[in-house]
């Protein structure tokens, strides 16, 4: 009778602290204001594909089936918040403790809510959210298939493996870690099947990347790529321990330090946490790295410590003196995060809905134009119900509105022009909200346009004339006019490296006016290759317009000397 009563109680503590978490994570999430991610991935959830240009589809179908219970916030945030109490049951089921108490349940959701991303995912719609139940998921199966092949460890498996890769990409590396822990898996049939599933699971993904010419792995893996800075390499470590917590990360450090892998299975949380983060710090050097890409290991990180306090009063007497203090830090962050204030105003988490209510204003029931990259033409739409879209350019990244091709309904159509094009712009004041823009009639964009052409020699001197031949192409349903009286366009070179756009005005050999729908126009711009620092530079041609010159051509690897 004194074992069942022990049993009832550990188990009423856990439902009191996950019914807690459950409430405090709604109460921020209708609260703080949704931030542009968010709504960018909301738009995700009102046109459902089977991928997209960032990120995989499954964010898509959390704001969908949020959407489709709640407005506002929780239209976005539900199935987050309502994702993550699954996520600390799987993480406790993986642990898998013999005798569970409650200095054990105590212990565990101190440390799952000393990680602060962790917790931050359970508010916060991203990719994230799925990829972290996928990842406890992946772990609890492999735990199941290792004690013992059961087809039930087979199917949780592939189920689990294309639920992570359907959440985020980061998905590879959480597998192949597992791999690499355990190569003895190769040699398991049902682990192949287990595979194999998955990629037919995966099919209608990987046929969405074939069709658009695999527009995500273009952009994860070539357009984030930078040059080297120092900088990057160093604020790396400070910013991961700015995620998981100093304190819990050192715990993390600690263990791993002090205690050896004793299974195949502690051996992959070793492996996960040291390769996710060893990995993700490497990447630091083709650019920026941002901290959260590392969450997935934050399971790995719960389980390990969890089932060590166990064992070792030292870290569990570390753990309730400084990481259960730490909390006291996340709380004060999170209740600052529900208040207006200038910080959070500048970050996002407050102030939107007075600032695209002024533009909605102005605009009235005309869509509204942006340029940059998402964010805009995103928390537009969501804030206000009226359309939005952002006009790419090279000065920006390509989104996913880009494979929308929403401007094409607008054009030549009236529309608000966001943003501050000198004379043709107009201030505008609401309230305490100041912005430009001006009024166009007949919109008229070029980024669908396609451009051929050569280049003479790869090897360049400045200062030198080069001849480039050239077609131009209309895929669009109408006529583009580079005369037009509002939004006029000019065929340029362009000249890149890293953030530095360098456009070169040339001479082309006839004079282009309209070009009729799907039809070409052939010629020869003539350009004198500009007087910039010597080095390796991407060169194409862009046609040019008020929003920017346009991603009309491939871009080709040059290499530039100084000829002077």
């Known amino acids: 009778m004194k074992i069942r009563l022990e049993e009832f109680g550990y188990k009423k503590i856990f439902g009191i602290f996950l019914v807690t978490w ?10 703080m204001d949704v931030i542009s991610d968010e709504a960018y991935y909301a738009l995700f959830g009102q046109n459902l594909a089977w991928g997209y240009y960032d990120h995989p589809p499954l964010v898509a179908l959390l704001t969908r089936a949020s959407s489709l219970l ?3 916030n929780l239209g976005v945030r539900f199935m987050t918040v309502l994702l993550q109490p699954f996520v600390l049951i799987l993480i406790w089921k993986t642990i898998g403790f013999e005798k569970p108490d409650a200095r054990k349940v105590t ?20 990719p994230d959210v799925p990829l972290l139940f996928f990842t406890a998921l992946f772990l609890y199966s492999y735990k199941k298939f290792l004690d013992r092949e059961e087809w039930i460890s087979v199917l949780l498996l592939a189920l689990s493996m294309a639920g992570l890769v359907y959440s985020k990409y980061q998905a590879v590396l959480v597998i192949g870690f597992t791999v690499f822990s355990n190569f003895r ?36 893996l070539v357009a984030r790529s930078t040059e080297f800075r120092w900088i990057y390499f160093f604020e790396y470590l400070p910013n991961e321990m700015a995620v998981f917590n100093p304190f819990t990360l050192g715990a993390v450090v600690y263990v791993l330090a002090k205690q050896r892998a004793d299974d195949l299975f502690s051996r992959n949380l070793y492996i996960q946490i040291v390769g996710f983060i060893g990995f993700f710090w490497l990447t630091a050097f083709r650019g920026h790295v941002e901290p959260h890409w590392t969450i997935a290991c934050s399971i790995p990180m719960i389980i390990l410590l969890v089932r060590r306090c166990d064992i070792d009063p030292g870290l569990r007497n570390y753990t309730y003196k400084y990481i259960l203090y730490s909390l006291l830090l996340i709380v004060f962050v999170r209740l600052f995060l529900c ?35 998402f964010q805009r033409p995103s928390l537009y739409p969501f804030i206000t119900g009226k359309e939005a879209v952002v006009i790419s350019s090279l000065y920006s990244r390509q989104t996913q509105f880009d494979i929308w091709k929403f401007e094409e309904k607008y054009w030549n159509k009236s529309v608000f022009v966001w943003g501050d094009y000198g004379e043709r712009s107009q201030g505008f004041s609401t309230g305490f909200t100041f912005f430009k823009g001006f009024f166009a009639k007949n919109l008229q964009t070029v980024n669908r346009m396609g451009i051929e052409f050569e280049l003479p020699s790869i090897q360049m001197r400045s200062g030198d004339p080069m001849e480039i031949p050239f077609v131009i192409s209309n895929s669009y349903d109408h006529d583009i006019d580079f005369g037009h009286p509002e939004f006029p366009v000019s065929l340029v070179c362009v000249f890149i490296r890293g953030k530095e756009v360098h456009l070169v005005q040339g001479k082309v050999d006839k004079t282009i006016g309209v070009v009729p729908e799907k039809e070409r126009v052939e010629g020869t711009i003539t350009v004198v290759v500009p007087d910039i620092k010597e080095g390796e530079y991407s060169v194409g041609l862009s046609l040019n317009t008020l929003f920017g010159p346009a991603k009309n051509s491939r871009f080709i690897k040059i290499s530039l000397e100084n000829g002077r």
């Open 22 to 31: 459950f409430l405090a994570n709604i109460v921020q999430a209708m609260v």
């Open 70 to 72: 709640f407005d506002g």
């Open 107 to 126: 212990t565990f959701f101190i440390i799952s809510f000393s990680i602060v991303m962790f917790m931050a995912y359970g508010v916060i719609t991203a």
């Open 185 to 220: 898996l190769l040699l398991k049939y049902k682990f192949w099947l287990a595979g194999i599933l998955a990629l037919l699971l995966l099919s209608p993904h990987i046929l969405w990347q074939i069709s658009n010419g695999f527009p995500s792995f273009q952009y994860h």
């Open 339 to 373: 208040f207006d204030s200038s910080i959070t105003r500048r970050i996002g988490y407050k102030g939107n809905k007075e600032k695209y209510t002024a533009i909605e204003e102005v605009a009235g029931d005309l869509p509204v134009i942006f340029t940059g990259s």
